[in-house]
């Protein structure tokens, strides 16, 4: 830490003196500061994704490896975007394996049993997607509001209620009928939400999504940037917020070009040209994949979950919870409302999870969703979620989320066993955190 | 404590004290009792505030005074008592009450959430919001200018309160307080944690917004703040009020006096004032 970082309560601070000039660079440093943060995060995956490339012989950045690892960062990766606000708000949630289990279950049955056969509507019904999945998210939202009520006005702390979840909901799969059978096959639409070269949108609709991502990055930063220059606030120098929307739509139209590089497999394309009557071009009919639904559902739940968690009272409120809980209490806030709230935000993102995991899976087992608490917690801690409660980001959680399974699809691809995994992945998590937690110890004072 | 008596001369005696200002009350605390448990922390207490007034709270550790506030701030509602506005009877259940009545409170221990920055926690609880979006930029331009009233060194908007210096921090807390027009202050050791320049800076702004009209309630284990800033001192003991009186009609001395012993000036006897020296 240099002197010029320490903030000189009550000197001089005009501008021209040597004092100001310091106090200058040491802003600078700290707006920089933020971003090595997130900036490590991403260097670390560059080496993960690089080593893995050169160990594999270079199948790792391969279109086809890179779109597969966003369909299966996508379940855990929507469920941590939930985590960060519980485990800021200092509680922990460990029956969201679960949850996603009893939840996943229950929207197969309601499509594949319930409706078709109890209410006798028959399979192929258009709305039946529409129904499971909304009976899905209210029992998500319900389960979490159970279990956050307990914690919030019960006073049992979040670790035993949820820990209690665990079993309970897990052992709740084998009481809804069917003697826990697998329940198969889900609705040809549900079926979409877990992606699949099937469920995802196409070359052409991505790169309409793409230039909308792009479109809203500038506008986001220049009107941001009137904001504060209405207000005669310091902005960011011209040269740094072009940066930042020149590299924003860089990684953007980036991703989308990987994406629609991944074309259907050859039989697939076959069949399509012959149902459409397309005479196939030598080498095969080539058709872009496009982003896969589950990872448009995970872009969309990340701006929600960022807007709700930096934009909007319910976050602030989270976030000074996890500050200083007293603080929160005087300032009016009402805690408990707020965890109760948090935690059936994390029941509807687990359901959202749940339906992702049905429809890749084309149906529910009762293993649905084990451990899976154990990966979103994981992606959360690795994004520099802190369990001191009150510090944590959404866009750190996903990124957090795709560290792990990048590590687990690298590792699978190089026929490294499951148990050795396991010992990788654990090493992982406890490193990442102790490093960061010796790196916030010497910055922050 | 950090007392430090000075030898005089007999104590003068002082009856109750009338209260400076003329008219009603701003603020009239009957009769407030609460227990923690079997113990008697506030026990039939009564004190009131007027427009304009300091007035100072002393008594030793456990006193009852940081309780009898937390009382009136809504913080830990009274056990029972009344509890009265302009005359009014109200009742303060939460600290979102109290507020509505305009009293506002700056904490002992500050009650700054942390990972928050300045304009965060000037508004904590009260945030203003543009379409139901916080509106960060006006928040923060309207802590600019309070804060440029109070401390105009103050530049660090941005960053979270925990990397501020005590000064720094305890500004913030006294800026949440006065930003929203509080018409009753309530301080609870507020230059406990400042160094010498800054507590003159409290202590002017004590005295500006007294001349402006607010009641303040002023706690303070320094008895030479609570001699210099208050117009009335009252004093606890084991949760019960020894005596309030009039600043001008005492000395330093019996006011120590009262808080060590718990006894009225006159009350108190030769033998006992040897023993305190």
Same mark, same amino acid.
């Given at each position: 830490m240099s002197e010029a970082t320490r903030a000189p309560g009550g000197t001089d601070l005009r501008p021209g003196t040597v004092r100001f000039a310091l106090q200058r660079i040491g802003?600078?440093?700290?707006?920089?500061?933020?971003?090595?943060?997130?900036?490590?995060? #991403?260097?670390?995956?560059? !080496?993960?994704? !690089?080593?893995?490339?050169?160990?594999?012989?270079?199948?790792?950045?391969?279109?086809?490896?890179?779109?597969?690892?966003?369909?299966?960062?996508?379940?855990?990766?929507?469920?941590?975007?939930?985590?960060?606000?519980?485990?800021?708000?200092?509680?922990?949630?460990?029956?969201?394996?679960?949850?996603?289990?009893?939840?996943?279950?229950?929207?197969?049955?309601?499509?594949?049993?319930?409706?078709?056969?109890?209410?006798?509507?028959?399979?192929?019904?258009?709305?039946?997607?529409?129904?499971?999945?909304?009976?899905?998210?209210?029992?998500?939202?319900?389960?979490?509001?159970?279990?956050?009520?307990?914690?919030?006005?019960?006073?049992?702390?979040?670790?035993?209620?949820?820990l209690g979840?665990?079993? +309970?909901?897990?052992?709740?799969?084998?009481?809804?009928?069917?003697?826990?059978?697998?329940?198969?096959?889900?609705?040809?639409?549900?079926?979409?939400?877990?992606?699949?070269?099937?469920?995802?949108?196409?070359?052409?609709?991505?790169?309409?999504?793409?230039? !909308?991502?792009?479109?809203?990055?500038?506008?986001?930063? +220049?009107?941001?940037?009137?904001?504060?220059? $209405?207000?005669?606030?310091? %902005?960011?120098?011209?040269?740094?917020?072009?940066?930042?929307? +020149?590299?924003?739509?860089?990684? +953007?139209?980036?991703?989308?070009?990987?994406?629609?590089?991944?074309?259907?497999?050859?039989?697939?394309?076959?069949?399509?040209?012959?149902?459409?009557?397309?005479?196939?071009?030598?080498?095969?009919?080539?058709?872009?994949?496009?982003?896969?639904?589950?990872?448009?559902?995970?872009i969309g739940v990340t701006i929600v979950m960022t807007y709700m968690a930096t934009r909007r009272r319910f976050g602030r409120y989270v976030y000074a919870i996890g500050g200083n809980p007293d603080a929160a209490e005087?300032?009016?806030?009402?805690? $408990?409302?707020?965890?109760?709230?948090?935690?059936? %935000?994390?029941?509807?993102?687990?359901?959202?999870?749940?339906?992702?995991?049905?429809?890749?899976?084309?149906?529910?087992?009762?293993?649905?969703?084990?451990?899976?608490?154990?990966?979103?917690?994981?992606?959360? !801690?690795?994004?520099?979620?802190?369990?001191?409660?009150? #510090?944590?980001?959404?866009?750190?959680?996903?990124?957090?989320?795709?560290?792990?399974?990048?590590?687990?699809?690298?590792?699978?691809?190089?026929?490294?066993?499951?148990?050795?995994?396991?010992?990788?992945?654990?090493?992982?998590?406890?490193?990442?955190?102790?490093?960061?937690?010796?790196?916030?110890?010497?910055?922050?004072? | 404590m950090t007392v430090n008596p000075e030898p005089t001369g007999n104590p003068a005696p002082a009856g109750d004290a009338a209260p400076a200002a003329s008219g009603s009350p701003l603020v009239e605390m009957r009769d407030i009792r609460i227990a923690?448990?079997?113990? /008697?922390?506030?026990? *039939?207490?009564?004190?009131?505030? /007027?427009? *304009?007034?300091?007035? *100072?709270?002393?008594?030793?550790? *456990?006193?009852?005074?940081?309780?009898?506030?937390?009382a009136l701030s809504g913080a830990r509602p009274p056990d029972s008592g009344q509890i009265s506005v302009d005359g009014k009877p109200v009742t303060i259940g939460n600290p979102r009450d109290a507020k509505t009545y305009g009293i506002e409170t700056i904490y002992q221990t500050l009650a700054l959430a942390d990972n928050i920055d300045a304009p965060g926690n000037l508004f904590l609880g009260r945030e203003l919001t543009r379409l139901g979006n916080l509106d960060d930029s006006a928040m923060e331009d309207a802590t600019r200018k309070v804060m440029g009233r109070l401390n105009p060194n103050f530049k660090r908007f941005k960053t979270p309160v925990k990397s501020l210096s005590g000064g720094q921090r305890q500004s913030v807390a006294i800026a949440r307080a006065v930003h929203f027009n509080a018409r009753i202050l309530i301080m609870d050791e507020p230059t406990a944690a400042l160094g010498p320049a800054e507590t003159e800076q409290v202590r002017e702004l004590i005295r500006q917004l007294r001349s402006e009209g607010l009641g303040i309630f002023l706690i303070s284990h320094d008895i030479h703040d609570v001699f210099d800033l208050s117009d009335r001192i009252s004093v606890m003991y084991h949760g019960k009020i020894v005596g309030t009186v009039n600043r001008a009609d005492v000395t330093t001395d019996d006011v120590l006096a009262m808080i060590i012993l718990g006894k009225r000036p006159e009350q108190i006897s030769e033998t006992e004032l040897a023993q305190l020296h």
């Open positions: 802003s600078l440093f700290q707006l920089l500061e933020l971003d090595t943060r997130l900036l490590g995060m #991403i260097g670390a995956l560059i !080496v993960i994704w !690089v080593g893995f490339n050169i160990m594999s012989e270079g199948s790792f950045l391969t279109p086809r490896n890179l779109w597969n690892l966003s369909v299966q960062t996508s379940s855990i990766a929507i469920m941590a975007t939930g985590m960060v606000l519980i485990i800021v708000s200092r509680n922990i949630d460990l029956s969201v394996g679960s949850m996603l289990g009893l939840v996943g279950y229950t929207m197969a049955l309601v499509q594949t049993i319930w409706i078709p056969t109890y209410l006798g509507f028959g399979h192929g019904q258009p709305w039946i997607w529409i129904v499971a999945l909304a009976v899905g998210i209210i029992l998500g939202a319900l389960i979490g509001a159970f279990q956050g009520s307990i914690v919030a006005y019960g006073g049992v702390p979040s670790f035993i209620v949820t979840g665990l079993l +309970v909901w897990r052992g709740l799969i084998f009481r809804l009928g069917e003697q826990g059978q697998t329940i198969t096959p889900t609705d040809s639409t549900f079926h979409l939400i877990g992606g699949g070269p099937i469920g995802s949108i196409g070359g052409v609709p991505s790169w309409i999504v793409g230039i !909308v991502a792009c479109v809203a990055i500038v506008y986001l930063l +220049v009107s941001s940037r009137r904001r504060r220059q $209405k207000y005669g606030f310091p %902005v960011r120098p011209v040269w740094a917020a072009v940066t930042l929307g +020149v590299v924003g739509c860089a990684i +953007v139209l980036g991703a989308v070009w990987v994406a629609n590089s991944y074309p259907w497999p050859p039989a697939l394309a076959t069949r399509y040209a012959v149902e459409h009557n397309i005479t196939e071009p030598p080498g095969g009919l080539i058709i872009p994949t496009g982003i896969a639904y589950p990872v448009l559902i995970m005087l300032g009016g806030i009402n805690v $408990k409302r707020t965890i109760v709230s948090t935690y059936i %935000v994390i029941g509807i993102l687990v359901a959202i999870s749940a339906a992702i995991q049905v429809g890749r899976l084309n149906g529910a087992v009762t293993g649905l969703g084990v451990q899976n608490e154990l990966d979103v917690i994981a992606a959360a !801690v690795i994004g520099g979620t802190s369990f001191a409660g009150g #510090i944590g980001t959404i866009p750190g959680a996903i990124l957090g989320a795709v560290v792990m399974q990048s590590l687990r699809s690298g590792m699978l691809l190089l026929n490294v066993d499951s148990p050795t995994q396991d010992i990788v992945l654990g090493i992982v998590l406890v490193g990442a955190v102790g490093l960061d937690a010796v790196l916030r110890r010497r910055t922050s004072r | 923690f448990g079997g113990v /008697h922390a506030v026990d *039939g207490v009564t004190v009131d505030l /007027h427009p *304009g007034e300091v007035v *100072g709270l002393v008594g030793g550790n *456990g006193a009852g005074k940081s309780t009898l506030m937390r």
